[in-house]
RNA sequence: GCGCCUAUAGCUCAAUGGAUAGAGUAUCAGUCUUCGGAACUGGUGAUGGAGGUUCGAUUCCUCCUAGGCGCACCA
């Protein structure tokens, strides 16, 4: 609200003034701390002496009283009250709450407007990289669905958006791969699937315990493998195919489209320039025969080892120089797990020496692991949880449900198919976007397979519910509202505000680098409709043009958010 | 040992330093003469511990406890 904002500036003569939405609907739309503020500062002596022994609510009193014969009350501010602690509480008036609420439906105009925001920026998005010849496990997917929200979510405010999926298709794995599959494999490569591959990957750790000289041959055809030798390089080629065939398929299941897959080994010829450009700066120094870079705070990053093979280091460094030069990034974010902090704290650190970028410009959207209910998720007893298998289980519960229900009994085989696996998808992605991305995850199975309550399939059933409402009124025109009903009852104010927020919500998200802001409004305003719903009739009452407009701003709000979530909508379920 | 992160209801999660700490789930009790019950209404139930800063602390600072992650030839 600028035009309040303003007028507080004008009225106490301050800068910083920020209107938050008070935490109870009683309080009204915004409300300040202004007064508050304002008396500290009287009682620590600034501003007037004469004034000391105000108290807060005596201080908003003035303020309001200033504010009521400088504001317009004709169009938007119903009244202004001065509340317990000296909060001041604006109430808009309920046709502005209507008009605002009208953006919703306009869709390609609201579009629009949220465009710009990010207007004249671009954003690269680190985020999904499974690794070549493992399986693409609920990790990643953390990493896949939270990075192409953000996606989604930057896209939609006018960011020019590169998504990257930084493959792990190069480095010592590699080696261990190699040795395995040559002393180990028991069919050619090219037959293999990427369960094979696993295994022979496991089985090379559980040797290597035994013989420690396994892992120095390891190193052997890591290097080889650097250097160009042929056999290493077409079984390396090999695993590469397997792998992308079959994250591909995941990715389709899931919806993801990840514009670029520039992997590791995509960096490996600028490596060298990367190598020059640091010694020529002097960030780098050698150290017991390898290439490092220290810090003050934090301990060294290896950019070549004594062997002259490079890390992983190496080629983000390599990524980030390849990124800036194509694509002149105003911001880059990297959506990978939290156990790589320290990496990516020196990366930017070293990236900020080099002068490339500024570290501010830079972040690690860094996700928390995924553990057990029970206690720790260990992968080394191959607990690993495989998205197949969530997604099966999921599909099931989805599948049990709909077979009990009314409607799934009308629909054609396809389309209950089709509607299972978007409630099932859509229950499996809000579960890792609805919480903080910081945070650890407990993977709970009975959490995920879900249906009820705070849930994907909540929101997708709430707009199909208001689908269905509004294919059965005769009420054409549903985008914009004539005349206001004579009254608008609390279910309906408390709708209205929780809509008006859309817009805000999403640039939050962004900022906080956060989907679960979305996804936590987004059950709000599901929740406030369906209170609505169920304590009030929509069809063939008088005030049926007015609910035909809150169910098509309902579902319009609710088809937006998830789709930024990367969740699909259906019409029936 | 050093560094980073986390701790909120039985369980899983919310709360830009603000007003009576909100949801879901579980549990107990209700709503089917209904535009979709994958829904709605009500009850029970919580800030790990000790200090500090502040008009005001779940939020910021210090210490303690518990857990997680990381600390050069893995990524």
């Known amino acids: 609200m600028d035009e309040i904002v303003k007028k507080l500036k004008v009225v106490t003569g301050l800068e910083n003034i920020r209107l938050e939405h008070p935490t109870d609907e009683r309080f009204g739309d915004y409300s300040t701390n202004i007064a508050m503020v304002v008396a500290t500062h009287l009682r620590q002596g600034f501003g007037g002496q ?95 669905d939270i990075g192409q929200a953000l996606y989604n979510i930057y896209k939609i405010l006018g960011w020019k958006c590169i998504g990257d999926n930084h493959l792990g298709d190069w480095g010592t794995q590699f080696g261990k791969l190699i040795v395995a599959i040559k002393k180990w494999g028991d069919k050619p490569v090219e037959k293999m699937t990427i369960g094979d591959l696993e295994k022979l990957y496991v089985k090379f750790h559980e040797e290597a315990e035994k013989d420690p000289k396994l892992d120095d041959e390891a190193r052997e055809w890591f290097a080889k493998l650097e250097k160009g030798d042929p056999e290493a390089r077409e079984i390396w080629q090999k695993c590469v195919d397997i792998s992308i065939i079959e994250f591909n398929q995941v990715y389709d299941m ?30 780098c120094s050698e150290s017991q025969g390898a290439l490092i870079v220290e810090f003050d705070d934090m301990p060294p990053a290896m950019i070549q080892k004594s062997n002259g093979t490079t890390t992983y280091f190496t080629r983000d460094l390599a990524t980030v120089k390849y990124r800036l030069k194509e694509w002149l990034p105003d911001l880059m974010i990297y959506e990978v797990g939290v156990d790589q902090a320290l990496h990516f704290r020196q990366l930017f650190k070293t990236v900020e020496m080099m002068g490339w970028m500024e570290q501010k410009a830079m972040v690690h959207v860094a996700h928390g692991l995924i553990r057990w209910k029970g206690g720790k998720f260990s992968t080394r007893e191959g607990k690993t949880i495989h998205l197949d298998e969530v997604i099966d289980r999921a599909r099931e519960k989805a599948k049990e449900i709909a077979n009990s229900t009314q409607v799934s009994k009308e629909m054609t085989a396809a389309e209950k198919k089709k509607m299972i696996e978007a409630v099932a998808i859509g229950a499996i992605k809000f579960n890792d976007l609805s919480q903080d991305p910081r945070k650890d995850i407990i993977f709970d199975w009975e959490r995920v397979m879900s249906l009820q309550g705070d849930s994907g399939p909540y929101l997708q059933y709430t707009y199909a519910r208001c689908q269905s409402v509004l294919s059965k009124t005769k009420i054409l025109e549903q985008k914009n509202i004539g005349d206001l009903p004579k009254e608008i009852n609390p279910e309906e104010v408390a709708l209205l505000r929780g809509l008006n927020k859309l817009e805000e919500k999403i640039v939050e998200a962004a900022e906080r680098y956060s989907p679960a802001v979305i996804a936590e409004y987004l059950v709000k305003i599901a929740r406030l409709y369906n209170e609505f719903y169920g304590k009030h009739r929509i069809i063939d009452q008088p005030e049926e043009t007015f609910r035909i407009f809150l169910t098509k701003a309902t579902a319009n709000t609710i088809g937006l958010g998830l789709g930024l979530l990367g969740i699909k909508t259906v019409e029936r379920m």
């Not at 200033?66 to 001041?88: H, N, P, R, S």
């Not at 919703?104 to 579009?111: A, D, K, L, P, V």
């Not at 899931?254 to 990367?274: Q, S």
């Open 50 to 144: 004469e004034n000391q022994k105000k108290n807060p609510i005596e201080v908003a009193k003035e303020i309001k009283n200033k504010l009521d014969e400088i504001i317009d009350k004709t169009d938007t501010v119903e009244k202004i009250e001065v509340a317990g602690g000296g909060f001041l509480n604006f109430y808009l008036k309920k046709e502005y709450l209507v008009k605002q609420a009208e953006n919703i439906n306009y869709e390609t105009e609201f579009r629009s407007s949220l465009g710009k925001h990010g207007l004249g920026k671009t954003v690269v998005i680190d985020y999904s990289a499974p690794n070549i010849a493992k399986p693409f496990g609920i990790g990643h997917l953390r990493s896949t």
């Open 254 to 283: 899931l919806g993801v489209k990840i514009d670029f897959a520039h992997g590791e080994a995509f960096y490996e010829k600028m490596l060298p320039r990367v190598i020059a450009d640091l010694n020529k700066k002097k960030v």
